[in-house]
Every structure is written in structure tokens, then in C-alpha cells.
């Protein structure tokens, strides 16, 4: 039976999507996993999202709470808000409290990946207090570490992504993920996907 990957994101103007469907082609490089993309619901009304400049949503389905149950593992993904994880992601876990009164997700993995305005926006500090939401539902949290290579190291590149997950730096909106970036998500989904495939089966 496949290993089953949900990859789970929102995203506001496309960045962390675009990081989404990166790591959905790492992770498909892997021989029995099955890997799906899902949005969590927006929150906000269609009317400030105009007044902001967001496009309109792609078609990838909204997820559901209980869906969740359905993954062996999971890669979260979201646009970071003043060092923290978007609140429609939070309100989407939020919404998460009977997966874990019955620690339904307890036992799988997790990994994280997020977007940040500047090099300094967060990115670390929003994957340390992601953690907690992870650690409350018992779910193993997956770093990446330094497994990417010397991409990691390069010093000449302004690029997001960290020992911690995947990232990558929007400049309030108007820069578009680099070919780094992009090598260290599609990488992030290859090694997920290993270890997850390894813990489940």
C-alpha cells in the first residue's frame, strides 16, 4: 500500500504555492508514496483580498480537519505573519480538536516549508512556534537539516530555506521564488518523502 503525502498549504499570493507544487515533484520522485496538494479555507472576505492585490485561488480542493486523518504524513506550508504561521492556517488547525482529543495524527510525520517578506521576516522563528502545533497532536516533526547540499551555503544568492524546511523571501510581494529555493523545496519533498515512506512501512 502507497505511503499517502498531504501536502497542506495556504498561500496569499502564490508564493507558497508555487513552493507547494516544487515539493509535490520531489516527493513524487519516490517510488510508493502518493502524494496530494490541498489548500486550507481562506479567512478573509473576497473584498480585502482584492483591496490587498491577492489573485484569485488556484484550484487546488480545500481541505478539511478530518481529512487529515486520511495522510501518513504531512508538509505544512504558509506565509509568515510578524514570525508566526498565517492566522488562516492557524484557524485551519484550530479547527483540528477532535483529531487531537483522539490523537489521530499521533505517530506521523511532518515537515514545514513558509515565505517571509525579507531575509530577516522569519523564517526560523516562524518553524520554532509551528513546532508547538505539531508536538500538541504527537506528530513527528522532519527537518531538512543541511541535506540539500551546498545550496545551503551559498552565500551569493538572496534566497530563503533553512535547516528547518523550505522557504523562500517575496520582498512584500514582488520577488518570485529562485531556482534555489525551488532546488531546496523539490528536495525537501525527496527526503520527506524517503523518511516517510520508511516510518510507514
Not at 479567512?43 to 484569485?56: D, F, H, I, N, R
Not at 487531537?100 to 514545514?112: H, M, V
Request: aromatic share 10%; proline share 5%.
Amino acid at each position: 500500500m502507497a505511503t499517502k503525502i498531504y501536502i497542506v498549504y495556504y498561500s496569499t499570493y502564490g508564493h507558497v504555492e508555487r513552493l507547494a507544487h516544487e515539493i509535490l515533484k520531489g516527493a513524487s520522485t519516490v517510488d510508493g508514496v502518493e502524494v496530494k496538494l490541498w489548500q486550507v479555507p481562506e479567512t478573509l472576505p473576497e473584498k480585502v483580498l482584492v483591496k490587498v492585490g491577492a489573485p484569485p485561488k488556484s484550484d487546488v480542493p480545500n481541505i478539511t480537519a478530518h481529512e487529515l486523518a486520511d495522510a501518513d504524513g504531512f508538509i505544512f506550508g504558509f506565509p509568515t505573519k510578524f514570525g508566526m504561521m498565517a492566522s488562516q492556517f492557524k484557524a485551519f488547525l484550530d479547527s483540528t480538536g477532535g483529531l487531537w482529543k483522539t490523537q489521530q495524527l499521533a505517530g506521523k510525520p511532518a515537515g514545514l516549508f513558509f515565505s517571509t517578506s525579507s531575509q530577516a521576516g522569519g523564517q526560523e522563528s516562524t518553524a520554532l512556534t509551528a513546532v508547538t502545533q505539531l508536538v500538541h497532536h504527537g506528530l513527528i516533526y522532519v527537518p531538512i537539516g543541511y541535506t540539500a547540499g551546498a545550496v545551503m551555503f551559498d552565500m551569493e544568492t538572496v534566497k530563503g530555506g533553512s535547516p528547518y524546511g523550505a522557504g523562500t523571501i517575496d520582498g512584500n510581494g514582488t520577488r518570485q521564488p529562485c531556482e534555489i529555493e525551488l532546488q531546496i523545496a523539490f528536495h525537501q519533498g525527496q527526503y520527506f518523502a524517503g523518511i516517510a515512506k520508511r516510518l510507514c512501512n
